[in-house]
């Protein structure tokens, strides 16, 4: 039924979780998602566009308190290489990771109240 298939797809893209492709993993099928994170998207229609379009992926997670590698370490784990990487005050971390160069990962934490806001973005796949 195409019209079905349509109307599954649309409502995807509406939806508050349209960045996770594969839910219950990180980076679309890569590992398990760690314990603890929490997956949401984000609010960004600029993001929206671009990740329908296969333009480039996103994925965003909350985890409690601060914990900005948890999900660095899953990347790393699975060949990811950290290229650099900032911290840019106490609450502000920021990565470039990869299995090669160039990086195909920017990977950022930020303090969000007594959470971290994990976001990982890329080329689509």
């Not at 649309?10 to 349209?18: A, D, I, K, Q």
């Not at 609010?43 to 660095?72: I, N, T």
Request: hydrophobic share 40%; net charge negative; charged share 20%.
């Amino acid at each position: 039924m195409p019209t079905g298939w349509w109307l599954a797809d649309s409502l995807r893209w509406r939806s508050p979780l349209y960045c996770i492709e594969t839910p219950g993993t990180l980076w679309n099928g890569l590992a398990p998602l760690p314990v603890g994170l929490s997956p949401t998207c984000p609010d960004s229609q600029s993001y929206r566009r671009e990740v329908r379009a296969g333009e480039s992926r996103v994925e965003q997670y909350l985890v409690s308190g601060w914990q900005p590698l948890v999900a660095a370490q899953v990347l790393r784990d699975k060949g990811f290489i950290l290229l650099d990487d900032e911290l840019r005050e106490a609450t502000h971390y920021s990565a470039f990771m990869g299995r090669a160069v160039p990086a195909e990962l920017h990977y950022t934490a930020v303090q969000q109240g007594p959470n971290t806001l994990i976001t990982i973005s890329g080329a689509a796949q």
